[in-house]
Structure formats: C-alpha cells, structure tokens
C-alpha cells in the first residue's frame, strides 16, 4: 500500500500502483491521496475511470494532515458513495502526531455517516476508544497489524477486560501483517491472534472471511 508525505506525490503514486496490480493477479489494486487542489480529480480517476481502485490508503502521522481538512471533503464523499474503504493509520503509535487518535476520525464518520473506514494496527494504543466507534458505526473495520504482538503488549497491552468486544466484532476485524517489515517473525502475529482465547470461528472470520467478503475474493 501506498501513501504520499508531501503534495504532488498521490498521482504518481497511483499510477505506480495501478501498474504493479495489472502485473500482480493476486494484489488488490490500491490508491491514495493528500490534502491538496487535485486529489479529487485523481481520486475520481482511481474510483471511475477505469482504474479499479479497490482500497485506499491514508496515513495522517506521516502525511501530517487532518483527515477533516476541506480539501479532502469530496475525497472521502467519492469514497463514501462508491463504498471503497480506507485504511487509515490514525492511532498514535509510534509516536503521536498531531492529527492521530481517535477524536478526527469519530469528527470524520459523524460527517460521512457510511464511510468504510479500516483502522490500521487496530488503533494502538487507544484500542478500546476506536472498538467502540466500530460499536456506534457499522461500516467500521480495524485490522490487526502488529496488535496483540509481544512487541505492542510491552508499549500498551490490550484490555483484557475489553476481549468481548473483540469477540463481538469478530465480523469487522481484519488480519493484517505489514510483512515484511515487522521485527518479528510472521507466525508470531497469527501466534498472538491464537492466544486471545476467541476461539476457531473468530480465527478464520478475522484471518480470511472477513477480508474475502469485503473485497469479493471468495
């Protein structure tokens, strides 16, 4: 997946991507943006033009904007319409910016009611404040990337208090890996999911079905 830094770097961006799905039959065509004049046009591109956008991509602590920024407005209205869903890495970790947590993202579904919303690294460390927005909003996912993993245990360990809503969310939970640039092995992350307890139903929703439903992959 790809996302932009700075202005001028989401077209490219996509091209390139585009290029790299047509070449690669078992990658989802993905895309992003950045707050900026154009992102409409080459987001209007991605989605109806042919493209075959299938998920975009955001990450506010790299970019360092706000989701909410008015430039984005018929960015997240076009996604919005078209149900394509974003992954957004909005939580703190690994450092706060200043435009991560949940508080822009519960402004952003309050404005875009349906938007399809995919909160990367299950939103760590504020896991329990972005479960209860996926509680509140139906069209709210988060994946798992590196939650649960010894690693995040040590900097903020998941509630085990607040397993039932992992368990009563198993339909809007995705696997997710960033492999291969984790710091620790690949069967770990699903070693970590196993460990929770949720059971065998919990395991395959999260690790297979959901994502196949979501992206017609059956």
Not at 51 to 77: C, I, M, S, T
Not at 153 to 162: G, L, N, V, W
Request: aromatic residues 10%; charged residues 20%; hydrophobic residues 40%.
């Amino acid at each position: 997946m790809v996302y932009p830094h700075r202005p001028d770097m989401a077209r490219w961006l996509n091209s390139w991507s585009a290029g790299f799905a047509a070449r690669t039959p078992d990658c989802l065509h993905t895309a992003t943006f950045y707050p900026e004049p154009g992102a409409p046009d080459y987001v209007r591109h991605a989605v109806e033009a042919g493209a075959g956008a299938r998920v975009f991509k955001a990450h506010f602590q790299v970019g360092d904007y706000d989701p909410n920024d008015p430039l984005l407005d018929e960015v997240w209205g076009l996604l919005r319409d078209a149900g394509i869903p974003a992954v957004v890495h909005c939580g703190h970790s690994p450092v706060p910016g200043a435009h991560t947590g949940p508080e822009p993202v519960s402004k952003l579904l309050e404005r875009y009611p349906g938007l399809r919303l995919i909160v990367a690294h299950m939103g760590h460390p504020d896991y329990v404040a972005f479960l209860r927005l996926a509680e509140q909003h139906p069209h709210f996912l988060l994946d798992t990337t590196m939650a649960f993993t010894d690693m995040a245990e040590r900097d903020a360990p998941f509630p085990r208090a607040d397993l039932h809503r992992l368990h009563d969310l198993g339909d809007r939970i995705l696997f997710g890996s960033d492999y291969p640039n984790i710091p620790y092995p690949y069967a770990h992350a699903l070693a970590a999911l196993t460990r929770l307890g949720l059971g065998d139903d919990w395991l395959r929703a999260v690790c297979h079905d959901n994502a196949a439903k979501l992206f017609d992959r059956h």
